[in-house]
């Protein structure tokens, strides 16, 4: 089955959403070592509601909202051969994440999200539902390195662990790939940006039918131009109403033409945006480009917020880019 | 020269402290038993501190939330904004943003100093933000001059460091943006100016403050640095090569000079031999009344258990300078 999505202002989400009881319980089972039946059932339903959710709101292209991931490095560090993992550290107020080790060469040890990917699918109502890979800039630059001791060979090994990923995702009918590498960002060396770029070579090259994705935010995006743009990727997906949408002028500065998916909320805030603010900052990404390249969705994962509000900005996003679609038409 | 070592600020908080941050915000426990956590858990790090041949001991920061956090909620004219990305880490701070004017009501960190200070017989220092570095990672939207907004939020650091002074010895004053890649050598030497302007209205010697840098030293801003007047701390790790190039070719005959040593951002274990040997490369371009060794920046990046291998390493290194230097 599936689903007609409109040809202009799609809606979508970065990844992840609020964890629901059952994905917490999960997680409680998974640090204990047991992924046995009972932990696999508290995944799928938490994996439900977070597609159910989505649905609600009336997103076009879904997500799974992460709920089999307690945090998007380590997820992946848990399930790639070469890494360990440490004590929390913390990333801003109280807020903690336990931090990857890399303690021996990196690669690809079995399919990580082809089963989720497959099942977030099967109740999605046909709309197509979004793979998110945290990128490989970003899990070394949020990894202790206690084995490279070299961050281009840590990168590369990655990208070519997650590309034997990709494919395994392709083969089973996956068109929507997403890498985030929201700490390339944080980076000012241009070194860095083209060992990215070589990454995302390894991961994106030569695939077909599949729509290349990569979400950054946060930090200064500025520095990643205009070197990013060579980058084999069709959607750039970038954080811009948390910086009032400066981003863009930068984008026109370039003569930017790929798809952008464009964040219109801020989800380091409990407040709802009215639809009207919203419908705002769509006016600001259709300066720049045609309806049909430019997505609406919010700035960033939605993990940190409560549901309700969650849900809530979600409801006025669709509504935003429903009206904004009347207007054009 | 004396030598001392010392942490740079902050210690990662306790478990016991994390899950009483979370009880506090869930409303399970009350506002008095959430202190009692806070200063035991002040007093845990302080012991970790001595236990590993600290001289100069913090309070961990354990308290803060950022740089920032401490102020943006206790001064007058402020509030916590967005989450912005510290500089190169994955770590957040709250942009202070400025709604008001600024002003000073009520100490803001003495009762962690004092903490310290009843329980320890070493050097007790207390740690500030920098005006020059609050003003530039903060949003203005309230001052018409930025003039006024500097006299302002001098006024109230200043107001601060005077309720520190019965409890510390050493103030340290973090100033990570004069050594920001990002800045211009005008905006840099701006940087200089507003700080000396501070440490002025300040009117404390030389050999009782310090103005902390980390993450981007290099020989150039190494140099501009040299006219603080004050003490200062520098950040051997981040940019290695390029911090002991500075140290070699500037040199430093100020009153202290805090070096850090220990990388605060990496878990790769350190051999401290190694890093008195390097810094005794150094020696003959170097003449402080005072040297600490010190971590190169904040230990929030790494977790509870690493720091206090980190801080057992600093101090192995203070005891194999104390056999090499002296």
């Not at chain 2, 009350?30 to 009692?36: R, T």
């Not at chain 2, 401490?70 to 001064?75: K, Q």
């Not at chain 2, 500089?87 to 004017?101: A, E, H, M, V």
């Not at chain 2, 933000?129 to 530039?136: A, D, E, H």
């Amino acid at each position: 089955m599936s689903c007609k999505l409109p040809d202009k202002l799609r809606t979508t989400v970065v990844g992840s959403y609020p964890y629901f009881p059952e994905a917490l319980k999960a997680f409680q089972l998974r640090r204990r070592g047991d992924r046995g039946p009972e932990y696999e059932a508290l995944v799928r339903e938490a994996t439900k509601k977070a597609i159910m959710d989505y649905l609600d709101a009336g997103i076009d292209i879904l997500a799974d909202g992460e709920q089999r991931r307690e945090d998007m490095a380590v997820f992946f560090a848990e399930e790639l051969d070469g890494f360990e993992i440490s004590e929390p550290v913390r990333i801003f107020d109280n807020v903690y994440f336990r931090k990857p080790v890399i303690a021996g060469r990196i690669s690809w040890r079995r399919e990580m999200l082809v089963e989720d990917w497959k099942y977030a699918s099967s109740i999605s109502a046909g709309k197509p539902v979004k793979v998110t890979i945290t990128g490989p800039y970003t899990m070394y630059s949020w990894s202790f390195d206690k084995f490279y001791g070299n961050m281009r060979n840590a990168i590369l090994d990655l990208a070519e662990s997650f590309r034997k990923e990709i494919e395994a995702l392709v083969r089973a009918g996956a068109t929507f790939i997403q890498i985030d590498e929201p700490a390339l960002s944080t980076r000012a060396e241009k070194m860095d940006v083209l060992i990215a770029g070589e990454a995302f070579e390894i991961m994106f090259k030569g695939l077909s039918n599949v729509k290349r994705i990569t979400h950054i935010c946060y930090g200064k995006l500025e520095r990643l131009f205009p070197e990013i743009l060579d980058f084999p990727i069709d959607q750039y997906d970038f954080e811009t109403k948390n910086r009032n949408y400066e981003l863009l002028s930068l984008l026109r500065e370039y003569s930017f033409d790929k798809e952008l998916a464009l964040g219109v909320i801020d989800v380091h805030s409990s407040r709802i945006e009215p639809v009207e603010e919203i419908m705002e900052g769509i006016a600001r990404g259709l300066e720049l480009l045609p309806p049909e390249k430019l997505y609406i969705k919010p700035d960033c994962g939605l993990k940190r917020l409560k549901r309700e509000v969650a849900l809530e900005k979600l409801r006025n996003m669709v509504e935003a880019a429903r009206r904004a679609r009347e207007t054009l038409a | 020269m004396r030598l001392h070592a010392g942490i740079c600020g902050s210690f990662p908080r306790p478990q016991a402290l994390r899950k009483a941050f979370d009880d506090l915000s869930e409303g399970k426990i009350s506002d008095g038993e959430f202190k009692n956590v806070l200063r035991e858990c002040i007093l845990e790090v302080a012991r970790l501190q001595e236990k590993a041949g600290m001289t100069i001991l913090t309070s961990g920061l354990l308290s803060w939330h950022d740089l920032f956090r401490p102020f943006t909620m206790e001064l007058d004219g402020l509030e916590a904004g967005r989450l912005i990305r510290f500089f190169d880490n994955n770590f957040y701070y709250r942009c202070p943003t400025i709604i008001g004017r600024i002003l000073w009501r009520r100490p803001v960190t003495v009762d962690e100093v004092q903490e310290v200070r009843r329980n320890t017989r070493e050097l007790v220092k207390a740690i500030i933000p920098g005006p020059y570095t609050f003003l530039k990672l903060s949003e203005n939207r309230f001052y018409a001059s930025e003039d006024q907004l500097l006299d302002d939020l001098i006024e109230a650091l200043r107001a601060e460091v005077n309720s520190l002074r019965g409890s510390a010895d050493l103030i340290q004053v973090d100033e990570p943006s004069l050594v920001d890649p990002e800045l211009g050598r005008s905006e840099r030497l701006k940087g200089i100016e507003v700080v000396n302007e501070f440490l002025s209205k300040l009117g404390m010697p030389e050999n009782e403050v310090i103005i902390a840098t980390y993450f981007n030293l290099d020989p150039e801003r190494y140099a501009m640095l040299l006219d603080l007047r004050a003490g200062l701390h520098v950040d051997l790790r981040s940019t290695p090569a390029e911090a002991d190039l500075a140290l070699k070719e500037h040199g430093f005959d100020g009153q202290i000079l805090s070096l850090g040593v220990i990388d605060s951002r990496s878990i790769y274990p350190e051999d401290p031999r190694e890093i008195v040997y390097r810094v005794r490369a150094y020696l003959d371009s170097i003449s402080p009344h005072v040297l600490i060794f010190s971590t190169s920046s904040w230990l929030d990046y790494i977790p509870y258990n690493e720091a206090v291998r980190r801080l057992d390493a600093l101090g192995r290194v203070l005891a194999e300078a104390e056999v090499r230097f002296l």
